[in-house]
Protein backbone atom coordinates (compact mmCIF):
# COMPACT_ATOMS: atom_id res chain seq x y z
CA UNK A 1 0.00 0.00 0.00
CA UNK A 2 1.39 3.30 -0.66
CA UNK A 3 1.76 5.72 2.28
CA UNK A 4 -0.32 8.87 2.49
CA UNK A 5 1.52 11.65 1.36
CA UNK A 6 2.06 15.01 3.48
CA UNK A 7 5.11 17.26 2.27
CA UNK A 8 6.82 19.24 4.46
CA UNK A 9 7.12 22.37 2.65
CA UNK A 10 6.21 22.92 -0.91
CA UNK A 11 7.73 21.28 -4.11
CA UNK A 12 8.10 24.46 -5.50
CA UNK A 13 10.04 26.19 -2.49
CA UNK A 14 13.84 26.49 -3.27
CA UNK A 15 15.87 23.30 -0.89
CA UNK A 16 16.75 24.81 2.44
CA UNK A 17 17.08 21.61 5.02
CA UNK A 18 20.78 22.29 6.38
CA UNK A 19 22.78 19.43 7.96
CA UNK A 20 23.26 20.35 10.90
CA UNK A 21 19.83 20.76 11.66
CA UNK A 22 17.64 18.00 13.07
CA UNK A 23 15.18 18.18 10.02
CA UNK A 24 18.33 17.52 7.81
CA UNK A 25 19.55 14.63 9.91
CA UNK A 26 16.31 12.73 9.77
CA UNK A 27 16.25 13.03 5.61
CA UNK A 28 19.91 11.89 5.93
CA UNK A 29 18.88 8.73 8.30
CA UNK A 30 15.91 8.06 5.96
CA UNK A 31 18.05 7.97 2.62
CA UNK A 32 21.41 6.09 4.16
CA UNK A 33 19.19 3.54 5.82
CA UNK A 34 16.96 2.87 2.50
CA UNK A 35 20.23 3.01 0.15
CA UNK A 36 22.15 1.39 2.69
CA UNK A 37 20.09 -1.67 3.08
CA UNK A 38 20.41 -2.29 -0.47
CA UNK A 39 24.05 -1.83 -1.03
CA UNK A 40 24.55 -3.98 2.19
CA UNK A 41 22.39 -6.89 0.48
CA UNK A 42 24.60 -6.08 -2.98
CA UNK A 43 27.37 -7.29 -0.78
CA UNK A 44 26.67 -9.25 2.49
CA UNK A 45 25.38 -12.25 0.58
CA UNK A 46 28.90 -12.95 -0.75
CA UNK A 47 30.00 -14.08 2.42
CA UNK A 48 27.10 -16.15 2.91
CA UNK A 49 27.63 -18.02 -0.59
CA UNK A 50 29.22 -21.11 0.81
CA UNK A 51 27.23 -22.03 3.42
CA UNK A 52 24.14 -21.34 0.51
CA UNK A 53 26.12 -24.08 -1.81
CA UNK A 54 26.60 -26.34 0.94
CA UNK A 55 22.68 -26.00 2.14
CA UNK A 56 20.91 -25.83 -1.05
CA UNK A 57 23.20 -27.01 -3.83
CA UNK A 58 25.11 -25.78 -6.56
CA UNK A 59 27.70 -24.54 -8.59
CA UNK A 60 29.83 -21.58 -8.86
CA UNK A 61 27.15 -20.83 -11.76
CA UNK A 62 24.31 -21.11 -9.09
CA UNK A 63 26.45 -18.78 -6.70
CA UNK A 64 27.03 -16.46 -9.71
CA UNK A 65 22.92 -16.21 -10.10
CA UNK A 66 22.61 -15.83 -6.56
CA UNK A 67 24.52 -11.97 -6.98
CA UNK A 68 23.31 -11.45 -10.30
CA UNK A 69 19.84 -12.38 -9.93
CA UNK A 70 19.74 -8.67 -7.52
CA UNK A 71 22.09 -6.92 -9.30
CA UNK A 72 19.65 -7.68 -12.78
CA UNK A 73 16.73 -6.03 -11.70
CA UNK A 74 18.64 -3.84 -10.11
CA UNK A 75 20.39 -2.64 -12.95
CA UNK A 76 17.44 -2.94 -15.22
CA UNK A 77 15.01 -1.20 -13.51
CA UNK A 78 16.88 1.52 -11.53
CA UNK A 79 16.03 3.93 -14.44
CA UNK A 80 12.71 3.64 -14.26
CA UNK A 81 12.45 4.23 -10.45
CA UNK A 82 14.24 7.47 -10.92
CA UNK A 83 11.68 8.56 -13.51
CA UNK A 84 9.15 7.32 -11.73
CA UNK A 85 10.38 9.25 -8.56
CA UNK A 86 10.77 12.83 -10.57
CA UNK A 87 7.04 12.02 -12.03
CA UNK A 88 5.25 10.67 -8.74
CA UNK A 89 6.87 12.04 -6.15
CA UNK A 90 10.83 10.83 -4.75
CA UNK A 91 9.73 9.77 -1.40
CA UNK A 92 6.12 8.35 -2.66
CA UNK A 93 8.54 6.09 -4.40
CA UNK A 94 11.15 5.45 -2.36
CA UNK A 95 8.74 4.47 0.20
CA UNK A 96 6.70 1.78 -1.83
CA UNK A 97 10.48 0.48 -2.76
CA UNK A 98 11.61 0.13 0.84
CA UNK A 99 8.13 -2.15 1.56
CA UNK A 100 8.72 -3.81 -1.35
CA UNK A 101 12.21 -4.66 -0.57
CA UNK A 102 11.33 -6.12 2.87
CA UNK A 103 8.83 -8.61 1.46
CA UNK A 104 11.29 -9.93 -0.70
CA UNK A 105 13.84 -10.39 1.70
CA UNK A 106 11.70 -12.13 3.64
CA UNK A 107 11.16 -14.52 0.84
CA UNK A 108 14.70 -15.06 0.30
CA UNK A 109 15.17 -16.12 3.77
CA UNK A 110 12.45 -18.61 3.57
CA UNK A 111 13.96 -20.09 -0.02
CA UNK A 112 14.20 -23.99 -0.52
CA UNK A 113 16.30 -24.18 -3.41
CA UNK A 114 19.20 -21.95 -5.58
CA UNK A 115 16.58 -20.70 -8.39
CA UNK A 116 13.97 -20.05 -5.60
CA UNK A 117 16.26 -17.56 -3.66
CA UNK A 118 17.77 -16.66 -7.38
CA UNK A 119 14.07 -15.52 -8.09
CA UNK A 120 13.42 -14.34 -4.60
CA UNK A 121 16.46 -11.77 -5.41
CA UNK A 122 15.26 -10.58 -8.42
CA UNK A 123 12.62 -9.00 -6.31
CA UNK A 124 14.67 -7.58 -4.36
CA UNK A 125 16.52 -6.08 -6.88
CA UNK A 126 13.48 -4.29 -8.04
CA UNK A 127 12.47 -3.03 -4.56
CA UNK A 128 15.98 -1.67 -4.89
CA UNK A 129 15.47 -0.02 -7.69
CA UNK A 130 12.87 2.11 -6.63
CA UNK A 131 14.60 2.78 -3.57
CA UNK A 132 17.96 3.73 -4.70
CA UNK A 133 17.85 6.53 -6.95
CA UNK A 134 15.08 8.04 -4.73
CA UNK A 135 17.49 8.78 -1.65
CA UNK A 136 20.40 10.15 -3.84
CA UNK A 137 17.33 12.59 -5.50
CA UNK A 138 15.90 13.17 -2.65
CA UNK A 139 19.24 15.04 -0.71
CA UNK A 140 19.98 16.76 -4.11
CA UNK A 141 16.40 18.58 -4.23
CA UNK A 142 16.08 18.82 -0.40
CA UNK A 143 19.76 20.36 0.85
CA UNK A 144 20.49 24.25 0.60
CA UNK A 145 23.16 24.76 -2.15
CA UNK A 146 25.78 25.07 0.86
CA UNK A 147 25.37 22.01 2.61
CA UNK A 148 24.14 19.71 -0.46
CA UNK A 149 27.52 18.58 -1.00
CA UNK A 150 28.41 17.63 2.16
CA UNK A 151 25.29 15.67 2.84
CA UNK A 152 26.10 13.99 -0.86
CA UNK A 153 29.40 13.21 0.94
CA UNK A 154 27.36 11.69 4.32
CA UNK A 155 25.43 9.87 2.13
CA UNK A 156 28.09 8.17 -0.41
CA UNK A 157 30.51 7.78 2.82
CA UNK A 158 27.70 5.90 5.09
CA UNK A 159 25.94 4.14 1.91
CA UNK A 160 29.56 3.03 0.77
CA UNK A 161 29.93 1.81 4.84
CA UNK A 162 26.91 -0.63 4.73
CA UNK A 163 28.42 -2.01 1.12
CA UNK A 164 32.03 -2.62 2.90
CA UNK A 165 30.15 -3.87 5.79
CA UNK A 166 28.28 -6.75 4.33
CA UNK A 167 30.75 -8.89 4.63
CA UNK A 168 31.45 -8.32 8.51
CA UNK A 169 27.66 -8.79 8.89
CA UNK A 170 27.39 -11.63 6.56
CA UNK A 171 30.06 -12.92 8.61
CA UNK A 172 28.66 -12.32 12.29
CA UNK A 173 25.19 -13.95 11.42
CA UNK A 174 26.20 -17.36 10.02
CA UNK A 175 28.16 -17.38 13.01
CA UNK A 176 25.56 -16.77 15.58
CA UNK A 177 22.23 -18.20 13.20
CA UNK A 178 22.45 -18.87 9.87
CA UNK A 179 22.88 -17.89 5.80
CA UNK A 180 19.11 -16.87 6.46
CA UNK A 181 19.23 -14.16 8.96
CA UNK A 182 21.59 -12.38 6.18
CA UNK A 183 17.88 -11.74 4.60
CA UNK A 184 15.72 -11.26 7.52
CA UNK A 185 17.62 -8.79 9.49
CA UNK A 186 16.62 -6.14 6.45
CA UNK A 187 12.75 -6.31 7.64
CA UNK A 188 13.81 -4.35 11.02
CA UNK A 189 15.73 -1.73 9.20
CA UNK A 190 13.55 -1.03 6.80
CA UNK A 191 10.63 -0.83 9.01
CA UNK A 192 12.46 2.15 10.36
CA UNK A 193 12.94 3.85 7.18
CA UNK A 194 9.82 3.75 6.10
CA UNK A 195 8.56 5.53 9.62
CA UNK A 196 11.49 7.80 9.59
CA UNK A 197 10.69 8.96 6.11
CA UNK A 198 6.98 9.36 6.58
CA UNK A 199 7.40 11.34 9.42
CA UNK A 200 10.34 13.17 8.44
CA UNK A 201 10.71 13.17 4.68
CA UNK A 202 9.70 16.12 2.44
CA UNK A 203 7.83 15.08 -0.98
CA UNK A 204 9.68 16.25 -3.73
CA UNK A 205 9.21 15.62 -7.77
CA UNK A 206 9.78 17.40 -11.16
CA UNK A 207 7.19 19.44 -12.36
CA UNK A 208 8.37 18.93 -15.93
CA UNK A 209 8.62 15.45 -16.33
CA UNK A 210 6.76 13.57 -18.76
CA UNK A 211 4.13 11.46 -17.43
CA UNK A 212 4.31 9.17 -20.36
CA UNK A 213 7.02 6.50 -18.63
CA UNK A 214 9.33 4.55 -21.29
CA UNK A 215 7.65 0.95 -20.07
CA UNK A 216 9.43 -0.50 -23.67
CA UNK A 217 12.55 0.59 -23.11
CA UNK A 218 12.70 -0.48 -19.64
CA UNK A 219 11.63 -4.11 -20.72
CA UNK A 220 14.45 -4.46 -23.57
CA UNK A 221 17.04 -3.04 -21.32
CA UNK A 222 16.27 -6.03 -18.66
CA UNK A 223 15.79 -8.86 -21.38
CA UNK A 224 18.97 -7.57 -22.84
CA UNK A 225 21.18 -7.42 -19.73
CA UNK A 226 19.35 -11.34 -18.70
CA UNK A 227 20.46 -12.55 -22.05
CA UNK A 228 23.81 -11.26 -22.39
CA UNK A 229 24.22 -12.28 -18.21
CA UNK A 230 23.39 -16.08 -18.85
CA UNK A 231 25.77 -16.15 -21.66
CA UNK A 232 28.67 -14.77 -19.57
CA UNK A 233 27.44 -17.12 -17.02
CA UNK A 234 26.93 -19.90 -19.36
CA UNK A 235 30.66 -19.63 -20.85
CA UNK A 236 32.23 -20.31 -16.79
CA UNK A 237 30.17 -23.01 -16.51
CA UNK A 238 29.37 -25.09 -19.75
CA UNK A 239 31.89 -23.15 -22.23
CA UNK A 240 31.33 -22.18 -25.59
CA UNK A 241 28.05 -23.95 -26.18
CA UNK A 242 25.49 -22.87 -29.58
CA UNK A 243 23.52 -22.05 -25.71
CA UNK A 244 25.86 -19.56 -24.42
CA UNK A 245 26.87 -17.58 -28.16
CA UNK A 246 22.57 -17.82 -28.59
CA UNK A 247 21.70 -15.79 -25.43
CA UNK A 248 25.15 -13.68 -25.70
CA UNK A 249 24.21 -12.62 -29.40
CA UNK A 250 20.33 -12.28 -28.21
CA UNK A 251 21.68 -10.35 -25.57
CA UNK A 252 23.53 -8.20 -27.01
CA UNK A 253 21.42 -7.46 -29.99
CA UNK A 254 18.16 -6.74 -27.27
CA UNK A 255 20.89 -3.57 -26.12
CA UNK A 256 21.39 -2.28 -29.29
CA UNK A 257 17.29 -2.21 -29.63
CA UNK A 258 17.14 -0.42 -26.09
CA UNK A 259 19.52 2.44 -28.11
CA UNK A 260 17.48 2.70 -30.71
CA UNK A 261 14.18 2.79 -29.09
CA UNK A 262 15.11 5.01 -26.11
CA UNK A 263 17.08 7.29 -29.44
CA UNK A 264 13.20 7.11 -31.07
CA UNK A 265 11.11 7.58 -27.40
CA UNK A 266 9.61 11.09 -27.25
CA UNK A 267 9.20 9.76 -23.71
CA UNK A 268 12.94 7.85 -23.24
CA UNK A 269 13.86 6.83 -19.77
CA UNK A 270 16.97 8.93 -20.47
CA UNK A 271 16.47 12.23 -22.31
CA UNK A 272 19.13 12.76 -24.91
CA UNK A 273 19.78 16.66 -23.23
CA UNK A 274 21.46 14.91 -19.73
CA UNK A 275 24.37 13.00 -22.40
CA UNK A 276 24.72 16.57 -23.55
CA UNK A 277 27.00 17.35 -20.91
CA UNK A 278 30.40 15.83 -21.89
CA UNK A 279 31.19 15.33 -18.36
CA UNK A 280 27.86 13.81 -17.52
CA UNK A 281 28.93 10.84 -19.66
CA UNK A 282 32.61 10.80 -19.30
CA UNK A 283 31.72 10.54 -14.81
CA UNK A 284 29.61 7.52 -15.94
CA UNK A 285 32.34 5.91 -17.88
CA UNK A 286 34.71 5.70 -15.22
CA UNK A 287 31.73 4.82 -12.84
CA UNK A 288 31.09 1.42 -15.36
CA UNK A 289 35.40 0.76 -15.37
CA UNK A 290 35.63 1.40 -11.75
CA UNK A 291 32.46 -0.42 -10.69
CA UNK A 292 33.20 -3.51 -12.74
CA UNK A 293 37.13 -4.19 -10.77
CA UNK A 294 34.39 -3.56 -7.20
CA UNK A 295 32.03 -6.28 -8.44
CA UNK A 296 34.86 -8.49 -9.55
CA UNK A 297 36.39 -8.18 -6.22
CA UNK A 298 33.72 -8.25 -3.64
CA UNK A 299 32.49 -11.48 -5.63
CA UNK A 300 35.84 -13.48 -5.50
CA UNK A 301 37.57 -12.24 -2.02
CA UNK A 302 35.08 -13.47 0.52
CA UNK A 303 35.60 -16.50 -1.59
CA UNK A 304 39.22 -16.87 -1.92
CA UNK A 305 39.05 -16.56 2.11
CA UNK A 306 37.04 -18.87 2.99
CA UNK A 307 37.62 -21.55 0.10
CA UNK A 308 42.03 -21.23 -0.35
CA UNK A 309 43.06 -19.31 2.52
CA UNK A 310 40.96 -21.40 5.15
CA UNK A 311 39.19 -17.94 6.88
CA UNK A 312 35.81 -18.70 8.69
CA UNK A 313 33.06 -16.24 7.57
CA UNK A 314 33.49 -14.22 10.37
CA UNK A 315 37.19 -13.79 9.84
CA UNK A 316 36.27 -13.07 6.03
CA UNK A 317 34.16 -10.26 7.27
CA UNK A 318 36.84 -8.94 9.90
CA UNK A 319 39.21 -9.07 7.31
CA UNK A 320 37.43 -6.57 5.20
CA UNK A 321 36.14 -4.36 8.00
CA UNK A 322 39.37 -1.54 6.88
CA UNK A 323 37.16 -1.12 4.19
CA UNK A 324 34.25 0.02 6.13
CA UNK A 325 36.58 2.13 8.96
CA UNK A 326 37.90 4.11 5.99
CA UNK A 327 34.84 5.05 4.04
CA UNK A 328 33.07 5.89 7.43
CA UNK A 329 35.68 8.22 9.06
CA UNK A 330 36.98 9.75 5.17
CA UNK A 331 34.41 9.44 2.50
CA UNK A 332 32.06 13.27 3.81
CA UNK A 333 35.53 14.73 4.21
CA UNK A 334 36.46 13.61 0.95
CA UNK A 335 33.29 14.48 -0.37
CA UNK A 336 33.77 18.53 1.47
CA UNK A 337 37.74 18.51 0.21
CA UNK A 338 36.78 18.03 -3.44
CA UNK A 339 34.89 21.04 -3.71
CA UNK A 340 38.20 22.96 -4.21
CA UNK A 341 40.46 21.33 -6.64
CA UNK A 342 36.96 19.56 -7.89
CA UNK A 343 36.45 15.93 -8.41
CA UNK A 344 39.00 15.11 -11.11
CA UNK A 345 42.09 14.44 -9.03
CA UNK A 346 40.65 12.15 -6.12
CA UNK A 347 38.70 10.45 -9.36
CA UNK A 348 42.13 9.88 -10.98
CA UNK A 349 43.94 9.08 -7.63
CA UNK A 350 41.54 6.92 -6.01
CA UNK A 351 41.34 3.90 -8.13
CA UNK A 352 45.09 4.24 -8.76
CA UNK A 353 45.25 3.39 -4.56
CA UNK A 354 42.98 0.90 -5.10
CA UNK A 355 44.68 -0.75 -7.88
CA UNK A 356 47.69 -0.46 -5.32
CA UNK A 357 45.44 -2.28 -2.78
CA UNK A 358 44.86 -4.97 -5.50
CA UNK A 359 48.17 -5.50 -6.60
CA UNK A 360 48.54 -6.68 -2.56
CA UNK A 361 46.24 -9.25 -3.17
CA UNK A 362 48.45 -10.98 -5.30
CA UNK A 363 50.00 -12.70 -2.34
CA UNK A 364 47.06 -13.91 -0.72
CA UNK A 365 46.73 -17.47 -0.94
CA UNK A 366 46.59 -20.84 0.71
CA UNK A 367 47.29 -20.39 4.62
CA UNK A 368 47.65 -16.58 4.14
CA UNK A 369 48.19 -14.73 7.44
CA UNK A 370 46.26 -11.46 8.55
CA UNK A 371 48.88 -9.01 7.43
CA UNK A 372 48.52 -9.47 3.47
CA UNK A 373 44.99 -9.28 3.91
CA UNK A 374 45.00 -6.33 5.69
CA UNK A 375 47.41 -4.72 3.97
CA UNK A 376 45.57 -4.99 0.14
CA UNK A 377 42.38 -4.24 2.08
CA UNK A 378 43.31 -1.25 3.81
CA UNK A 379 44.88 0.04 0.51
CA UNK A 380 42.19 -0.68 -1.31
CA UNK A 381 39.42 0.90 1.46
CA UNK A 382 41.45 4.45 1.06
CA UNK A 383 41.54 4.15 -2.87
CA UNK A 384 37.79 3.57 -2.55
CA UNK A 385 37.55 6.29 0.02
CA UNK A 386 38.94 8.48 -2.70
CA UNK A 387 37.16 7.88 -5.67
CA UNK A 388 33.22 7.27 -4.11
CA UNK A 389 31.99 10.79 -2.75
CA UNK A 390 33.62 12.83 -5.11
CA UNK A 391 32.27 10.58 -8.56
CA UNK A 392 28.89 11.03 -6.93
CA UNK A 393 28.72 14.70 -6.87
CA UNK A 394 30.12 15.15 -10.42
CA UNK A 395 27.73 13.37 -11.54
CA UNK A 396 25.03 15.71 -10.02
CA UNK A 397 26.73 18.23 -10.97
CA UNK A 398 26.76 17.70 -14.66
CA UNK A 399 23.23 17.57 -14.41
CA UNK A 400 20.85 20.14 -13.81
CA UNK A 401 18.66 19.48 -10.22
CA UNK A 402 15.24 18.96 -12.18
CA UNK A 403 16.93 16.10 -13.90
CA UNK A 404 18.23 15.12 -10.36
CA UNK A 405 16.29 11.62 -9.87
CA UNK A 406 17.40 11.05 -14.03
CA UNK A 407 21.02 11.34 -13.18
CA UNK A 408 21.48 9.50 -10.31
CA UNK A 409 19.31 6.38 -11.69
CA UNK A 410 21.57 6.31 -14.80
CA UNK A 411 24.89 6.32 -12.47
CA UNK A 412 23.09 3.73 -10.19
CA UNK A 413 22.35 1.75 -13.37
CA UNK A 414 26.23 1.95 -15.04
CA UNK A 415 27.50 1.10 -11.37
CA UNK A 416 24.71 -1.77 -11.20
CA UNK A 417 25.48 -2.74 -14.60
CA UNK A 418 29.34 -2.65 -14.54
CA UNK A 419 29.06 -5.00 -11.55
CA UNK A 420 26.42 -7.51 -13.11
CA UNK A 421 28.60 -7.94 -16.03
CA UNK A 422 31.67 -8.28 -14.00
CA UNK A 423 30.03 -11.04 -11.45
CA UNK A 424 28.82 -12.67 -14.66
CA UNK A 425 32.15 -11.99 -17.20
CA UNK A 426 35.37 -12.15 -15.13
CA UNK A 427 35.04 -15.13 -13.55
CA UNK A 428 34.84 -16.88 -17.08
CA UNK A 429 37.57 -14.73 -18.25
CA UNK A 430 40.31 -15.95 -15.40
CA UNK A 431 39.74 -19.30 -16.09
CA UNK A 432 36.76 -20.10 -13.02
CA UNK A 433 35.06 -22.75 -14.05
CA UNK A 434 31.52 -24.29 -12.12
CA UNK A 435 33.46 -26.86 -10.12
CA UNK A 436 35.98 -24.42 -8.85
CA UNK A 437 34.48 -23.65 -5.02
CA UNK A 438 35.34 -27.56 -4.42
CA UNK A 439 38.91 -27.33 -6.02
CA UNK A 440 40.71 -24.71 -4.12
CA UNK A 441 44.15 -25.09 -6.23
CA UNK A 442 42.00 -24.41 -9.37
CA UNK A 443 39.95 -21.00 -7.57
CA UNK A 444 43.17 -19.47 -6.13
CA UNK A 445 45.14 -19.67 -9.67
CA UNK A 446 41.63 -17.89 -11.18
CA UNK A 447 41.58 -15.89 -8.16
CA UNK A 448 44.89 -14.04 -9.10
CA UNK A 449 44.38 -14.12 -12.80
CA UNK A 450 40.81 -12.18 -12.05
CA UNK A 451 42.70 -9.40 -9.93
CA UNK A 452 45.03 -8.72 -12.65
CA UNK A 453 41.98 -7.98 -14.49
CA UNK A 454 40.55 -5.95 -11.91
CA UNK A 455 43.83 -4.08 -11.51
CA UNK A 456 43.78 -3.21 -15.24
CA UNK A 457 39.50 -1.80 -15.07
CA UNK A 458 41.01 0.87 -12.38
CA UNK A 459 44.26 2.15 -14.45
CA UNK A 460 42.02 2.72 -17.07
CA UNK A 461 39.08 4.49 -14.76
CA UNK A 462 42.17 6.31 -13.93
CA UNK A 463 43.26 7.45 -17.05
CA UNK A 464 40.14 8.48 -18.19
CA UNK A 465 39.04 10.55 -15.41
CA UNK A 466 42.68 12.19 -15.85
CA UNK A 467 41.62 13.11 -19.42
CA UNK A 468 38.14 13.50 -19.53
CA UNK A 469 36.72 14.92 -16.22
CA UNK A 470 38.84 18.50 -15.95
CA UNK A 471 35.90 20.23 -15.16
CA UNK A 472 34.37 18.14 -12.14
CA UNK A 473 33.03 20.18 -9.58
CA UNK A 474 30.39 19.75 -6.71
CA UNK A 475 26.72 19.87 -8.15
CA UNK A 476 25.97 23.49 -7.70
CA UNK A 477 23.76 24.01 -11.07
CA UNK A 478 20.30 25.26 -10.16
Same mark, same amino acid.
Given at each position: ?54 ? @? *? /??? #? +????? $?? %??? &??? !? =? ?80 ? @? *? /??? #? +????? $?? %??? &??? !? =? ?300
Amino acid at each position: MIPMIHPARSQQSPPDLRLDGAAGRWVLLATVLGSGVALLDATVVNIALPAIGRD @L *G /GGL #G +ALQWI $VN %GYT &LTL !A =SFILLGGSLGDLLGRRRVFLVGATWFAAASLLCALAPSPWVLVAARALQGVGGALMTPGSLAIISASFADSDRSRAIGAWSG @L *G /GVA #G +AAGPF $VG %GWL &LDV !A =SWRWVFLVNVPVVAVVVVVAVRHVPETRDPDADPRLDVLGAVLGALGLAGLTYGLVGLGSAGLTVTTLATTAAGVATLVAFVAVERASPHPLVPVSVFASRLFTAVNVVTLLVYAALGGVFFVLVLELQVVAGFSPLASGVALLPVTALMLLGSARVGAAAQRPGARWFMTAGPLVAASGLLLALRIGPGAGWVPVLASVSVFGLGLTLTVAPLTSAVLGAASRSHAGVASGVNNAVARTAGLLAVAGLPAAAGLTDDAVSNPAVFDAGFHRLILLCVALLVAGAVVAFLTTAEAAAPDVP
